[in-house]
């Protein structure tokens, strides 16, 4: 096997400069910023808002789930992949029409949380936790566009760099939809003391017109030369006979999901009484239930290819292949570690991270304080970072970058344990964030680099689409019950459990040094 991912020619600082003039690292810039915008505001800012607006902190953080699409983007990939977009695909491209499209469906849900007061009542809070949802499976969508467009437009020598700047403009985002969202609502009158709806509505809205910033890119880019140049595998027909199977599927998970929430809740506090552990019996429960509606959604697409209402073979070739394709390049033994890498390596700063802007408003911080040291000093660390990364992978090689990054990730969340033992320190504050996000940006740029790397041309957005899900997959269903775990046991332990929890993926990468060559072939070529 040839050295994809190790296999980085050393380059002059001017050779590797020069790389940041090329085209397709400023639209990564920009389609970045795109990619960013909507994280916070299913994130830390929905949980500012909903705080003030006096949502418990466990109902807060269960509202992190709403990005689970992101986790699951896999399963309508291939949809992204091939299916045409009616009128747009022949004019603009198969990555552009799709990318409008998510783009359009992303303002649509922000303008639409933006309509909601969740301190009304409960049927508001649970129209907003819809919208929410409709925004993480736009903003999903999004990024299978923009992952595939990342790969395809450039050779994979610049991966490393279109990682770092793509990682430049997502927190440059994420300082617009987090620092100066909360800093708007603050200056248009809400605060903890006094929660004022229409100032959040007039943030969030703002929010939507900040995406005019990516469909304006997106309009006036170029469709990748390696989208244009396959053709296409099916007819329409079968393309809208495939879609129609992906929807009663997901019609099944929810019903499913749905129907048999009332059974398992009486599960649940038989296990409560039975352990005195409301968190685990709640973990136990939902995972039950989530997998019967993945099951009764895989059932009702089975029916559906038997009924022959989908293809056979279409249906393999979107799902079967790539996953096929990944284990005969690697061999059972490999892939197998390397998804176990891909699954874990980011679970210690997502785990935190849905926790961290209550952390400092109970630490006593005032919203000017977090936006201040957290969103603007903590972008300006993390795109250094990612520059950082990026540069590392080119002259060190990705798994090494990698290796360093898993180890800075678990240590500085020891950084947040002593925060919390000393409390509000506003110098310290920033030392904390300054390190927690240098490292983050530069174990991010390595890995963008490394996902890339594992990715085969032929099937781009559906290869990158597993990987990228599987990263976020076990932190974010961990991450909903961060809440529940600080209020069980304090800030201190719940640190202290987020640096072990980072142990395993360098442990994974240390023993994949030693027992493998790893050495990855270049699937782009």
Not at 323 to 333: A, E, H, M, P
Not at 338 to 356: E, F, K, N, P
Not at 393 to 417: D, Q
Request: proline fraction near 3%.
């Amino acid at each position: 096997m040839t050295a994809a991912a190790n296999q980085h020619p050393k380059r002059s600082w001017q050779e590797t400069l020069a790389m940041l003039k090329s085209p397709p690292v400023w639209v990564m810039l920009l389609l970045g910023f795109s990619a960013g915008l909507p994280l916070l505001l299913i994130f830390s800012s929905l949980s500012l808002w909903l705080s003030e607006a006096g949502v418990q902190k466990s109902t807060v953080t269960l509202f992190s789930w709403a990005a689970l699409g992101y986790s699951f983007k896999f399963v309508w990939a291939p949809i992204v992949d091939s299916l045409p977009v009616p009128l747009l695909t022949d004019k603009m491209g198969r990555r552009r029409s799709w990318l409008l499209i998510s783009q359009l469906g992303i303002v649509a849900s922000i303008v639409s949380m933006a309509m909601i007061d969740p301190s009304s009542n409960l049927e508001a809070l649970s129209v907003m936790a819809f919208a929410a949802v409709a925004l993480g499976f736009s903003s999903a969508t999004q990024d299978i566009v923009i992952d595939a467009y990342r790969i395809e437009s450039a050779d994979q020598d610049l991966q490393a760099i279109l990682a770092a700047t793509y990682i430049a403009g997502y927190r440059i985002a994420m300082l617009v939809s987090g620092a100066l969202c909360i800093v708007l609502a603050q200056a248009w009158g809400s605060t903890a003391e006094a929660y004022s709806y229409s100032a959040w509505q007039a943030a969030y809205l703002c929010m939507a017109a900040a995406m005019l910033l990516g469909i304006v890119t997106t309009l006036l880019m170029a469709e990748p030369a390696a989208s244009s140049q396959q053709s296409k595998q099916h007819s329409l027909s079968s393309y809208l006979r495939f879609l129609f199977t992906f929807v009663c599927s997901v019609l099944a998970l929810i019903l499913c999901y749905r129907t048999v929430g009332a059974p398992l809740e009486e599960m649940r506090q038989s296990l409560v009484s039975l352990w005195g552990n409301k968190n685990l019996a709640g973990f136990v429960v939902e995972s039950i239930r989530l997998g019967a509606a993945i099951t009764a959604a895989a059932a009702t697409a089975y029916l559906c290819v038997a009924l022959g209402i989908s293809q056979r073979e279409m249906v393999k070739a979107t799902y079967v292949e790539p996953v096929i394709d990944f284990f005969k390049r690697y061999g059972l033994g490999l892939a197998a570690l390397l998804l176990a890498i891909v699954g874990l390596y980011r679970i210690s700063d997502i785990v935190l991270g849905v926790i961290s802007n209550l952390f400092y408003l109970d630490l006593g911080y005032s919203k000017t304080e977090i936006a201040s040291a957290v969103k603007t000093f903590g972008l300006l660390m993390s795109i250094a970072g990612g520059f950082a990364g990026g540069l590392l992978a080119l002259r060190f090689g990705v798994m090494r970058s990698l290796i360093l990054g898993a180890v800075l990730a678990a240590a500085t969340n020891l950084l947040f344990l002593l925060l919390a033992h000393i409390g509000y320190n506003l110098p310290f504050l920033y030392v904390v964030v300054g390190v927690d996000n240098l490292c983050a940006g530069l174990a991010s740029a390595a890995f963008v680099a490394f996902l890339s790397s594992l990715t085969n041309i032929a099937f781009t957005a559906m290869q990158y689409a597993i990987f990228s899900s599987l990263m976020t997959l076990i932190p974010k269903v961990i991450g909903g019950y961060s809440g529940g775990i600080v209020e069980s046991l304090g800030y201190e332990q719940f640190f202290v459990i987020t640096t072990l929890l980072g142990l395993p993926v360098l442990l994974l990468l240390v023993y994949a040094n030693k027992k493998f060559d790893l050495q990855l072939p270049n699937a782009n070529n």
